[in-house]
């Protein structure tokens, strides 16, 4: 018996293929040998299909294991070998997440004549194993680093219509993905961490929509779409503000799992985007859910958005001359209550009533003796700098180097200037930082948490902090080379869905991924050929590559992947 393939075309033009089970026997009346048809298998493009024939090929190798058949025809001589281990956990991940069937079924009624969930999947894998451009991914590590199943046929034109593809059904997917993980995972999504960061352009000019609202539509492909501009100059998180950016927003659970993602225009300020944020969250239906935030997204604004339907928050509060914080809270006297070593908590009530407003004072005593310390030796390099001065300052006219000084981020606000116009080390902002060094503040709208939880809450908020290090620096989700918004968008999207393959092996692993990676390197696809055929054969994984899988509770690479 072998597997045959039969081809029609249609009028059109194009080909329609089928698969055949079929074998050869001899027809003692026409004394010859002939071919019949077993069985119809059905279209070799149809999903359906090919998974069940995957179910027959595992079966069947169940009681006929390959290995024995190579051990039956010695002869074989190597060819060439490629790594294997770390596409092959994050191909298992990739299943085992529910992320290839939910992207097949929605691509199921579009009918392309390419494996949609093939490309995406190998540009996740490449943004996690050796992050590059499309083009390279394509024409360099597909080719010649890697051997990942199904992707032999693609071309670059598919994995930029994946892209598109993935764009135009973004929400969708992310939400199947999010509660498949969930409930896979039991994932804790009481806590929502949310924060923003900048991802900035190799280009001049920003980007320009049509009317006053500024916005740009995405290609057909891509669900047509309606975006504003994306690349504007703003604030700048990574000290590029010369450049036109974007704003990413990404929301993760406790451990670092992402949730969801954003792309904004790059002149976004960061709490205007807690109200979309919030509204697309709330479409998830996800019950209990507290949302975290830092400094930089507190507004009297956004804490009302937060609020609004018995929502509920944490957030760091500001420290600001003359506001609440900074009156009223950190002056406020009391005992704190020990959590850990690092970490003091006192609580703050402010007003009476249902309008009454929780703080709670973190002090970490570890962070204001090292705050000290730094103070310190700062104001010794500017007491050196203010003695080098000499008289050169008058109430008119003050040296370049003053001005330095004064605009610098490091030393201006320690130095203030006396009637007379000369520049003095100004002691009362020293007292004010000895104040809160070490400190930060947190509040809150949850009755339900204790100040132990509020402040343990908020300081998971690093797991977002992690996650962007993970993005521009693991998975180098910049540079940017696409121009078109669903493109950019849609990178963002991969980078994010890599990220998640990665987060659930730490997790798993409770080791860094680079670190997994670096140890499931050591297993290899080797291709051998032979008198009778072709053979790719996984080698033995070491002991360090055996216990990453152990962690992750997937089995060993199969011994031969694949016999012809």
Not at 30 to 50: F, L, T
Not at 534 to 558: F, G, H, V, Y
Request: charged letters at 30%.
């Amino acid at each position: 018996m072998y597997l045959r393939t039969t081809s029609q075309k249609r009028k059109d033009g194009s080909k329609l293929t089928h698969l055949q089970i079929a074998e050869s026997y001899w027809n003692a009346e026409k004394k010859r040998s002939e071919n019949r048809i077993v069985y119809n298998c059905g279209r070799a493009d149809d999903p359906e299909v090919i998974e069940r024939m995957r179910q027959l090929a595992k079966s069947i190798l169940r009681r006929c294991p390959p290995d024995e058949i190579v051990t039956d025809h010695p002869g074989w001589r190597v060819v060439d070998a490629w790594q294997y281990g770390p596409t092959y956990v994050l191909e298992v991940l990739w299943e085992r997440l529910g992320i290839r069937r939910i992207i097949e079924k929605k691509a199921r009624s579009r009918r392309f004549k390419f494996a949609v969930e093939r490309a995406l999947f190998a540009m996740v894998a490449n943004r996690a194993c050796a992050p590059s451009s499309k083009l390279y991914c394509w024409e360099e590590w597909l080719e010649r680093d890697v051997r990942i199943e199904g992707t032999e046929g693609l071309e670059l034109q598919h994995l930029y219509r994946a892209m598109d593809f993935l764009e135009a059904n973004k929400e969708e997917i992310e939400r199947e993905i999010f509660f498949h993980v969930c409930d896979l995972l039991n994932a804790d999504v009481d806590l929502v961490f949310y924060d923003t960061t900048s991802l900035h352009f190799e280009v001049d000019e920003e980007d320009r929509g049509l009317g006053d609202d500024d916005l740009v539509r995405g290609s057909e492909a891509a669900g047509k779409k309606k975006y504003k501009a994306p690349r504007k100059r703003g604030h700048s998180k990574n000290g590029r503000g010369d450049a036109p950016q974007i704003v990413v927003g990404l929301a993760v659970t406790r451990d670092g799992i992402p949730i969801r993602h954003w792309v904004f225009s790059g002149n976004t300020v960061d709490v205007t985007t807690v109200k979309q944020v919030k509204q697309d969250l709330r479409g998830w239906k996800l019950g209990r859910c507290v949302f975290v935030g830092d400094a930089g997204m507190v507004s009297a604004a956004n804490l009302r958005q937060l609020a609004r339907g018995g929502g509920k928050y944490i957030v760091c509060m500001p420290v600001q001359p003359g506001n609440e914080v900074s009156t009223q809270v950190l002056t406020r006297p009391g005992r704190y209550q020990t959590v850990a070593d690092n970490l003091r908590v006192k609580e703050v009530t402010v007003g009476d009533g249902e309008r009454r407003r929780r703080y709670v004072v973190c002090h970490n005593p570890e962070e204001e003796k090292r705050q000290n310390q730094h103070r310190a030796e700062l104001i010794q390099k500017l007491e050196a700098e203010l003695a080098s001065l000499g008289d050169c300052c008058t109430k008119t006219a003050h040296s370049k180097r003053v001005c330095a000084l004064r605009s610098s981020k490091r030393f201006g606000r320690y130095v203030r200037f006396t009637k007379a116009g000369k520049p003095t080390i100004n002691r009362a902002a020293i007292r004010e930082a000895e104040r809160h060094a070490g400190k930060f503040v947190v509040h809150s709208n949850d009755d339900t948490l204790s100040a132990e939880d509020m402040a343990l809450g908020y300081k998971q908020l690093m797991r977002v902090e992690q996650a962007w290090r993970m993005l521009k620096s693991g998975l180098k989700m910049r540079p940017v080379f696409h121009w078109a918004p669903h493109r950019i968008h849609a990178h963002v999207s991969i980078a994010v869905l890599s990220l998640l393959l990665e987060r659930v092996s730490e997790v798993a692993c409770e080791d860094t991924w680079r670190n997994v990676r670096d140890d499931l390197e050591q297993v290899k696809l080797v291709q051998l050929i032979g008198p009778d055929g072709e053979l790719w054969q996984t080698t033995e994984p070491a002991a360090r590559a055996r216990s990453r899988l152990k962690s992750l509770k997937i089995d060993n690479p199969p011994l031969v992947v694949n016999l012809r």
